[in-house]
């Protein structure tokens, strides 16, 4: 590794933390003024800032954040983006889960795409999923590329889906 690659590797991964303490920044005072309990976890995972808020008190309260098929997951991971993007002036493709919902549902459509592609390859047909948000279809692409498979997204948001290929 060259130095400047080495710099550039640490460059990337100070500007997402940055990403990262400007989002919890913000998320924490989106919880005082719901009047929400919850922990901020901060970490880079694949070149990307990845923001949990944790629950320290009932699950229940933490799920109004999420909604339902986590519409407000969704939403309020804009909203923080937007937050970093009008600090750094950069777009963040920064990740956001509350309450363990994206891992919860990245084990299901990981399974969900790795089934998909063992239907395919054994019907010899491509295998169309139901519509999907693009993080959904991107765990399921991940999980379809695992399995030796390829897909591709078609269609119209908010009816695009994952048609995997035999």
Do not use: N, W
Request: hydrophobic content about 40%; glycine content about 10%; overall charge negative.
């Amino acid at each position: 590794m060259t130095d400047t690659t080495a710099a550039e590797g640490t460059d990337t991964l100070s500007r997402l933390e940055q990403e990262g303490e400007i989002a919890a920044d913000y998320l924490e005072g989106l919880l005082d003024i719901a009047d929400l309990d919850g922990d901020i976890d901060m970490d880079v995972e694949a070149d990307r800032a990845a923001v949990s808020i944790i629950g320290d008190g009932p699950v229940r309260d933490l799920q109004k954040l999420v909604g339902r098929d986590g519409e407000v997951l969704e939403a309020l991971q804009e909203l923080t983006r937007l937050a970093v993007h009008r600090e750094t002036g950069d777009r963040s493709r920064l990740m956001l889960d509350v309450a363990g919902f994206r891992a919860r549902k990245r084990e299901e459509l990981t399974e969900v795409g790795t089934k998909a592609a063992e239907d395919a390859k054994g019907s010899g047909e491509p295998v169309k999923l139901r519509p999907m948000s693009p993080f959904e279809r991107k765990v399921v692409h991940d999980a379809v590329a695992a399995a030796g498979l390829r897909s591709e997204s078609e269609g119209e948001e908010p009816q695009r889906c994952v048609v995997v290929l035999p």
